[in-house]
């Protein structure tokens, strides 16, 4: 069947249902497509689901952290079980949730995978949808490895949909999704192994606070391995065999469960987007300032979908989702701003940026100082018995403006955030310095850091 509409969103997480529901307010005729139950990666499988477990490995942290400090030694762990069954409390009324949503706003709602007929008509199954523009939202995949037995890996999705958590895990990879994921099922009581094919883990971090937090991922008992390159995953039985090379030798590693966690790519590759005229390269739709391609003007693009420069962090789709709205609904006027756009890696202590690195403010030619330390000494660590911590500020010579901030300890994640607000304000040293905090509290020690 043929249907008209005025915009056919692909998508439903935050870069596509943000659009729909904005264009239809405004009056337009909206459809909105997805393959996967609606609600997008961060609702469903990411960033919700994935802080639910970690909360529960919060706790069996800070119950060892304490032990000879007040708290003696316990029956607390997890029950895996029942955990996942608490997580779907979160994720299990969504879909519905959304479709009722987009119902209720008269956006007419589409199951399945899209791909295009021509510049602004996409097929799903048996539905023909035309639109005057069509945005796409479409999220990330994980990224093909090329490997033999890639077939035998789980992806983070399965992961969070465990009903038992297996004995022995391999991550292949070590970014933000084996690293998260390693701390709650090593504190679940798993055997984990993270095999890292670079010579630095969680590369867009500050190298000085992920040694740290390397070390503290160690004495956790996971076993790190940098420089070492998963080759084959063969399948034994009811075990996995990982063939991986480090340096001059070989060595095969035994799993229950092998886990991909070496980054992720637009999901967009069965689009038929040529077909559409749109331009893309490895990092997803080429679009300009104005998140429009730049090969076909009536197709926009956001969030994981879209080279647009911002990091995949569901805040970002969101701010990028509204932006395009605006640009639909009344002509290209708005850019998207990605200055001080803090991110975390929900580790156990969590580490935590905002804005430069040392080596992206040197590479920019400026002027800069740098404080650095350890702070397991200071109080608020010492008083949970946290033994990995530390920060870097990096603040502009001449201007005193913060540039970057790298934060490795309690609280991290939300500190980071008063950090991100000085980045995008233009906040200068000494407004950090001289603010009055709460105390004591985590936030309290910015005036130390600055």
């Known amino acids: 069947m043929e249907k008209k509409f005025d915009l056919v969103v692909i998508g439903t997480g935050a870069g596509g249902s943000t659009v729909a529901h904005k264009c239809r307010k405004a009056g337009w005729e909206v459809a909105i497509i997805d393959s996967r139950p609606f609600g997008g990666t961060c609702a469903l499988r990411g960033c919700d689901p994935k802080k639910v477990l970690v909360g529960a490995a919060e706790l069996i942290d800070w119950n060892q952290r304490m032990r000879g400090k007040g708290i003696t030694a316990g029956t607390t762990e997890i029950d895996w079980e029942e955990l996942m069954r608490f997580k779907k409390t979160f994720t299990e009324p969504v879909p519905d949730k959304r479709e ?42 994980p990224a093909p490895l090329g490997i033999s037995g890639e077939e035998y890996l789980t992806d983070s999705t399965a992961f969070l949909e465990m009903e038992k958590l297996p004995k022995r ?28 094919r670079g010579a630095r883990s969680l590369e867009g971090f500050d190298p000085d606070l992920v040694d740290t937090l390397d070390e503290a ?23 996995f065999i990982v063939n991986a090379s480090a340096e001059n030798y070989q060595k095969n590693f035994e799993a229950d469960m092998v886990v991909h966690s070496a980054g992720r790519v637009p999901d967009i590759d069965d689009l038929d987007l040529e077909r559409a005229g749109i331009e893309r390269c490895k990092k997803g739709i080429r679009v300009n300032e104005y998140l429009q391609s730049v090969s076909n003007p009536l197709i926009y693009a956001a969030g994981d979908a879209a080279d647009s420069g911002g990091l995949p962090l569901t805040p970002v789709a969101t701010m990028e989702g509204h932006i395009a709205a605006s640009n639909l609904l009344n002509g290209n006027h708005r850019q998207p701003n990605y200055l001080g756009i803090p991110t975390v890696v929900f580790t156990l202590p969590p580490l935590a940026l905002v804005g430069l690195r040392e080596d992206e403010a040197a590479k920019q030619g400026l002027k800069f100082k ?42 991290a994640e939300e500190v980071i955030n008063i950090f991100a607000l000085a980045v995008r304000a233009g906040l200068k040293e000494g407004d950090l310095k001289t603010m009055i905090y709460a105390y004591p509290t985590s936030a309290s020690d910015i005036s130390y850091m600055v």
Do not use: M, P
């Not at 991922?217 to 075990?239: A, F, M, P, Y």
């Open 100 to 141: 009722n949503n987009f119902a209720g706003a008269g956006i007419a709602a589409f199951h399945g995978r899209a791909h295009f007929l021509d510049k602004t008509t996409v097929q799903i199954g048996g539905d023909t949808l035309t639109g005057r523009f069509v945005h796409i939202a479409a999220g990330a995949k």
């Open 370 to 411: 740098v404080k650095h330390e350890d702070t397991s000494g200071w109080y608020s660590s010492r008083r949970i018995g946290l033994k990995y911590s530390g920060y870097k500020t990096l603040v502009e010579e001449e201007t005193n403006r913060i540039l970057g901030a790298h934060l490795l300890g309690v609280h």
């Open 169 to 196: 895990i391999i991550f292949v990879g070590g970014g933000y999704i084996a690293f998260e994921f390693a701390h709650i099922a090593s504190r679940a009581g798993a055997n984990v192994q993270i095999l890292h």
């Open 217 to 239: 991922t160690r004495d956790l008992g996971i076993d790190l391995r940098l420089n070492t390159t998963v080759e084959s995953v063969e399948k034994d039985g009811e075990q």
